[in-house]
């Protein structure tokens, strides 16, 4: 499952906190970063095991969930960039009077009557949430009559975006069932036409009147390969098994089920990852009354607006600069982007590298040392 696919099959409590489980790691929901177990993890002197680290980056390299998914697309929040100053205001824990003062709209009664409007939104979320769980479910109770078909006289058949014949489908899975196809898989560095053949016969051997829990996924996985997680993760992305949202219960697809429909639920899911997926760049923080610089990189752009809300705390990481924004008042000092990195869309691409290359490319250009700049 790519990264895309994992934020949008996660967990609400998985989304809120920013991070998933494996057996052996952590993942970032947000950047795709791991971080794994059993190890201890060294940063600015101070010792973390990893859960706590995969914490710990997201406050560094995110601000945090909250910042991080309201500086997401009108087209996946729903929300207009007034309403999303108001949340930022909200969450800071600002009273009426001065969310007012500070945006400078109506009076206070004005930002009682928003905050009823947001609550309002987050009742119909609600509400829209439950009518989509009654519709799995719907569709759960659809699959429980399901019988598997006999394709033996089927003489070709639509998997996925492929049409192939009884035979082709026979050869792919004695290369890769050497012992049957009730035995261990052979591997399952496939092809997506073997990797496609491979998972729908998988799915014989769970019985398709049931609902399973993930523990009983597991075992009967577990006779097929014992990187089993992954092959769990495959059957559901691929749509040839369903799960609820927070994982308690699955069921084996449907045949009937039209398979092109999955290959464009994944479109839609690309798509849409595209209009989520976070620009990493380089920015500098100016304070207009020396021109003093400080220089950085950062691989989410959106996440300027937690650094100056981190400069307004005083809780900014370089001394020298919230020293001097005491000194001269947090309007003296503006946050410009000096360069989005461009990140390549095919082929292997190191954006940790590339983003340190970009940062080193406008210290030497700006030097921003000394009486010029806020950098060491």
């Not at 009077?97 to 905050?115: F, L, V």
Request: proline fraction near 2%; charged fraction near 35%.
């Amino acid at each position: 499952m790519n990264d895309q696919e994992r934020f949008w099959n996660a967990s609400l409590d998985d989304l809120k906190r920013g991070y998933w489980e494996e057996p052996n790691y952590y993942g970032c929901l947000l950047c795709g970063k791991r971080v794994e177990k059993g190890i201890v993890y060294q940063e600015d002197g101070i010792l973390y095991e990893a859960e706590k680290k995969i914490r710990v980056h997201i406050q560094k390299n995110h601000y945090s969930v909250f910042d991080y998914l309201l500086g997401l697309d009108k087209k996946i929040t729903g929300l207009s960039e007034h309403q999303k100053g108001l949340l930022q205001l909200f969450f800071q824990g600002k009273s009426n009077a001065e969310i007012q003062s500070e945006m400078g709209i109506g009076s206070p009664s004005t930002i009682r009557n928003h905050r009823f409007v947001l609550k309002e939104k987050a009742r119909q979320a609600k509400i829209f949430m439950v009518i989509v769980e009654l519709l799995k479910e719907k569709e759960q109770s659809s699959t429980l009559s399901y019988m598997s078909p006999d394709l033996s006289s089927t003489t070709s058949i639509v998997i996925g975006p492929y049409k192939l014949s009884e035979e082709e489908i026979n050869k792919i899975l004695k290369r890769c069932f050497p012992q049957g196809t009730d035995g261990p898989l052979k591997t399952f560095d496939l092809k997506q036409k073997n990797r496609l053949v491979v998972l729908r016969e998988i799915t014989r051997r769970f019985d398709a009147t049931r609902i399973y829990h993930e523990k009983e996924v597991n075992e009967i996985l577990k006779t097929v390969a014992d990187d089993f997680a992954t092959i769990r993760r495959q059957l559901v992305e691929y749509g040839y098994m369903y799960r609820k949202s927070d994982g308690s219960e699955y069921w084996v697809k449907d045949y009937s089920e039209d398979e092109e429909e999955n290959m464009e639920r994944k479109k839609e899911l690309k798509q849409l990852y595209k209009e989520m997926k976070s620009e990493g760049g380089v920015y500098q923080i100016r304070n207009t009354i020396n021109q003093k610089v400080f220089v950085v990189s950062t691989p989410n752009l959106k996440t300027i607006n937690g650094r100056q809300r981190q400069l307004q705390d005083g809780s900014h990481m370089n001394r020298q600069l919230q020293e001097e924004l005491k000194q001269f008042g947090a309007d003296a000092f503006v946050f410009e982007v000096l360069e989005v990195l461009e990140e390549k869309e095919e082929g292997f691409f190191d954006k940790k590298e590339e983003l340190k290359k970009l940062e080193k490319k406008w210290l030497e250009k700006l030097k921003p040392y000394g009486e010029s700049g806020y950098n060491k």
